[in-house]
């Protein structure tokens, strides 16, 4: 995290983000995706990928960064590089599920609540991963509520 900038603003301003469902992996290290939705389209991608299949070549998941995984669904910091999306590298995406009945962003960081960096909008929809000691699950609809506004600052 970078407290100059703010919560996941060097991400915003350095990948598009889009909303994906991950459904295989063809090759070793690339994920084919369902676009569902595009936040940000200035890194390669455009709103004429929604609804379409994506292949990308996903972050390795090393040094406690987890890889994406098929049948996830996640927001994805991605870009285009010789014509091909990769993931941003490090912590390049947030697992979107369940828990107890409402949608949440898995960010990886333990106790991200407590991180007085980070806006309070987020630290106050956050709560412990149930699954991942090392996690934070922030609410879905604010966390892209916050992202959207990031996106539009960098726009400007």
Same mark, same amino acid.
């Given at each position: +995290? ?42 390669? #991608? ?7 299949? /994506? ?9 406690? &960064? ?13 870009? /285009? ?12 995406? +947030? /697992? ?5 009945? &409402? =949608? ?24 412990? &991963? ?9 609410? =879905?609809? +604010?966390?892209?509520?916050?992202? #959207? ?8």
């Amino acid at each position: +995290m970078s407290p100059t900038r703010g919560f996941l603003a060097e991400k915003v301003e350095n990948y598009d983000l889009v909303l994906l469902h991950v459904v295989s992996s063809p090759r070793p290290q690339v994920l084919r995706a369902t676009v569902e939705r595009i936040y940000s389209a200035r890194n390669g #991608i455009d709103q004429g990928y929604i609804g379409k299949e /994506i292949e990308f070549v996903r972050s390795p998941g090393n040094w406690g &960064d987890a890889a994406l995984e098929v049948g996830e669904r996640a927001l994805v910091f991605i870009s /285009i590089v010789s014509d091909e999306f990769y993931e941003d590298a490090w912590r390049g995406h +947030m /697992i979107v599920e369940e828990i107890q009945g &409402d =949608l949440f962003a898995i960010y990886q960081h333990r106790e991200l609540w407590l991180c007085e960096e980070v806006p309070e909008m987020i630290r106050a929809c956050s709560q412990q &991963d149930p699954k991942r000691p090392y996690a934070t699950a922030i609410r =879905l609809g +604010m966390l892209e509520a916050y992202l #959207i506004d990031l996106v539009e600052s960098c726009l400007h």
